[in-house]
């Protein structure tokens, strides 16, 4: 089976770095993302990784180790507009994609 | 189209009725996914096609549930004998071929009452 875990809620403040991290099981794995979620709305792509390394996008970074089974996302200069939930999902061989509970981020000024 | 489009945006029906909801994906898009989300959780995985066919309905919750793409396109999710307990926001996404990411729909925010 599939089982991903991940911090239920986080609280970092403005201008700050802040580390969400994710570890996975999977029957096979084939890619983990990253989401943003914001209260009310869709769950937004944020990153993926298939290969173990960093993956940097601007202010969000993603680093994967399968060996490892875990995954963080790395939000840095944070702003307020960043408060949301964080998802982590996990893609196995056959295409199922599976998404943790969610990180509930917290930006204080 | 443009983006991932789910209609109705908001269903509100009796308990005991059937209900359908409507996704029509990303125009090419292949993989198509059903998730269904309650508050303070992550989506929790329903069923998920590959063209026209159901390559993995193991989230199904139960009988009542039934997902199809006939054409291998939109998809229509549908709940027989709607229970309080389905209430959730229903999401569907889909990607392209390539896998590297999925797009979302605004979903469906079902209230059985």
């Known amino acids: 089976g599939q089982n991903i875990d991940q911090p239920t809620e986080m609280t970092a403040t403005e201008g700050a770095i802040v580390q969400i991290n994710c570890t996975y099981q999977?029957?096979?794995?084939?890619?983990l993302f990253w989401y943003q979620q914001h209260a009310g709305e869709a769950p937004t792509f944020l990153s993926y990784?298939?290969?173990?390394g960093l993956e940097e996008k601007g202010r969000f970074s993603s680093f994967l180790s399968r060996s490892k089974g875990y995954s963080y996302l790395l939000l840095k200069e944070l702003q307020m507009k960043d408060s949301a939930s964080y998802l982590c999902?996990?893609?196995?061989?056959?295409?199922?994609?599976?998404f943790g509970q969610g990180t509930e981020l917290s930006v204080k000024p | 189209g443009a983006g991932v489009s789910q209609t109705p945006s908001n269903k509100v029906t009796e308990k005991g009725k059937y209900v359908e909801l409507r996704c029509d994906p990303i125009?090419?898009?292949?993989?198509l996914y059903w998730y269904r989300q309650s508050l303070g959780q992550g989506p929790e995985f329903l069923i998920y096609?590959?063209?026209?066919?159901?390559?993995?309905d193991s989230g199904l919750p139960n009988d009542r549930f039934f997902a199809v793409r006939p054409e291998g396109s939109v998809s229509t999710l549908k709940i027989q004998r709607t229970e309080r307990g389905d209430s959730a926001v229903y999401l569907c996404?889909?990607?392209?071929?390539?896998?590297?990411?999925?797009?979302f729909g605004s979903g469906t925010r079902l209230t059985v009452v």
């Open positions: 990784n298939v290969l173990d």
């Open positions: 096609f590959q063209g026209t066919g159901a390559a993995d």
């Open positions: 999902a996990v893609r196995n061989q056959g295409g199922k994609l599976i």
């Open positions: 996404a889909s990607s392209s071929k390539t896998g590297e990411g999925y797009t």
């Open positions: 125009s090419g898009h292949t993989a």
């Open positions: 999977t029957s096979g794995f084939n890619g």
